[in-house]
């Protein structure tokens, strides 16, 4: 007599990502925070601060409560992405 067939389970699904979802920029948006730059131009932060060092990109720092957040304004970081100079 043969064995009745289990029921399959579906596969567990493992977290690909531990990373904060990805927000794109608004097309109108004025300024873009510097994870989005990084997404935008596919590099990373630390690369984002040293095109900031270079002086290709001006930081916008607003005060917030201690911490200051960076942004950047996002003509400059499309000028960035399309390969001219901002």
Same mark, same amino acid.
């Given at each position: 007599?043969? #064995?009745?067939?289990?029921?399959?389970?579906?596969?567990? +699904? +493992? #977290?690909?990502? +531990?990373? #904060?979802?990805?927000?794109?920029?608004?097309?109108?948006?004025?300024? *873009?925070?510097?994870?989005?730059?990084?997404? %935008? %131009?596919?590099?990373?932060?630390? +690369?984002?601060?040293?095109?900031?060092?270079?002086?290709? %990109?001006?930081? *916008?720092?607003?005060?917030?409560?201690?911490?200051?957040?960076?942004?950047?304004?996002?003509?400059?970081?499309?000028?960035?992405?399309?390969?001219?100079?901002?």
């Amino acid at each position: 007599m043969p #064995k009745s067939a289990k029921a399959s389970k579906p596969p567990k +699904t +493992t #977290k690909t990502s +531990t990373h #904060k979802a990805y927000r794109a920029p608004d097309a109108g948006a004025l300024l *873009v925070n510097r994870a989005q730059v990084a997404r %935008l %131009l596919s590099c990373s932060r630390s +690369t984002i601060i040293r095109l900031e060092e270079a002086g290709r %990109l001006r930081p *916008v720092k607003l005060i917030r409560a201690r911490n200051g957040v960076t942004f950047y304004r996002a003509a400059e970081v499309r000028a960035l992405a399309s390969g001219g100079d901002a």
